[in-house]
């Protein structure tokens, strides 16, 4: 069935720490990737998204690769910052259907 | 521009009662969806509509849930009775079209059952 596997959190770094947070999916066909961010007390934010194979999702410092051939989507940033600190969702998305699948997500804490 | 607008942002009800969470979706928006967030279960979708009409209903848990959306700016979702099992944040997002995979979501409400 379709799923999204995340890594248990929390994840805790110092500031300026290079971030990986992983995720692998099952799906049918082609699905379009989503990272999408929680802070405290708030919604989820769409972070950044891949629509196809190879792709590469960015925003705010954060990257993402679709990676078909290890249907991979991890979440990358080079140095992160104490408000970055918050809950990091993968998601997916079969082509032509609109239900969006959810990892467990992985909460992330930075310390100054 | 506003966001999705959900209300209450937190309710405080006993076993037995009759919750209702109300949602408005971004003007213009032609998609709606209900979720609930749970630390055992994640983020489920329960029902999302296109254009009014219910899609997809098969996360309800129960009879005892029932979502409407009587107009394109309004939707509710109603537990009736409510159970402890119930509490959980429930959010709201909209997406522009059929299709179009970008949801915004609301900021969610937080129901405890006592």
């Known amino acids: 069935g379709n799923s999204v596997t995340q890594m248990e959190g929390p994840v805790t770094l110092s500031e300026e720490a290079f971030l990986t947070i992983n995720c692998t999916y099952t799906?049918?066909?082609?699905?379009?990737l989503f990272w999408y961010v929680q802070y405290p007390g708030e919604g989820l934010q769409l972070l950044l998204k891949?629509?196809?194979?190879?792709d590469k999702g960015s925003n705010k410092g954060f990257e993402a690769t679709y990676r078909k051939e290890t249907t991979s989507f991890h979440l990358e940033k080079g140095s992160v910052q104490v408000s970055d600190s918050a809950v990091y969702f993968c998601?997916?998305?079969?082509?032509?259907?609109?239900?969006?699948?959810f990892g467990t997500g992985t909460r992330l804490l930075v310390s100054p | 521009d506003a966001g999705v607008i959900q209300s209450p942002r937190h309710e405080v009800t006993e076993m037995g009662q009759e919750v209702t969470l109300r949602c408005k979706p971004i003007?213009?928006?032609?998609?709606l969806f209900w979720y609930r967030q749970t630390m055992m279960r994640g983020l489920e979708l329960l029902i999302y509509?296109?254009?009014?009409?219910?899609?997809?209903d098969s996360g309800m848990p129960e009879d005892r849930f029932s979502a409407k959306m009587p107009n394109a700016s309004f939707s509710t979702l109603k537990i009736q009775p409510s159970e402890p099992r119930d509490s959980a944040v429930y959010f709201c997002?909209?997406?522009?079209?059929?299709?179009?995979?970008?949801?915004?979501f609301g900021p969610g409400t937080r129901l405890t059952v006592l």
């Open positions: 799906a049918t066909g082609y699905p379009s």
């Open positions: 003007s213009g928006h032609n998609s």
């Open positions: 891949a629509t196809k194979a190879d």
């Open positions: 998601a997916h998305m079969n082509t032509g259907f609109q239900k969006l699948v």
């Open positions: 509509f296109n254009n009014n009409v219910p899609i997809d």
């Open positions: 997002a909209s997406s522009l079209q059929r299709g179009e995979d970008t949801q915004y």
